[in-house]
């Protein structure tokens, strides 16, 4: 098995690793399985953006729900990224240097 950078300098490393206590190991593992939770909820979605959300999630290979999921997800943690305002941004770069 072939190791990328990232896990090697882990290999490399292992020994500087430390052990942690029961009582954090199972914090830990609560908080690990929380996040795995799922929650069913009901969403009243225009019929127009449902049929584009599900022609995405079709060209992604994935289905349409895990696909709005996702997005939700990556909106609510800062991780959506606008590729228009990306561009503009970078447009703007260029043109001051």
Known sequence: MKLDKYEQSIEDNISEYKSISAKKGD????????????????????????DLIKRKAEQEG???????????????TDQLVDQKSILKSLQLLKYNN
């Open 27 to 50: 914090k830990v593992k609560s908080i690990l399985k929380k996040s795995k939770e799922k929650k069913s909820v009901n969403l009243r979605v225009n019929s127009q953006d449902l």
């Open 62 to 76: 994935i289905p349409y729900q895990t696909l709005i999921s996702s997005v939700l997800h990556k909106y609510i």
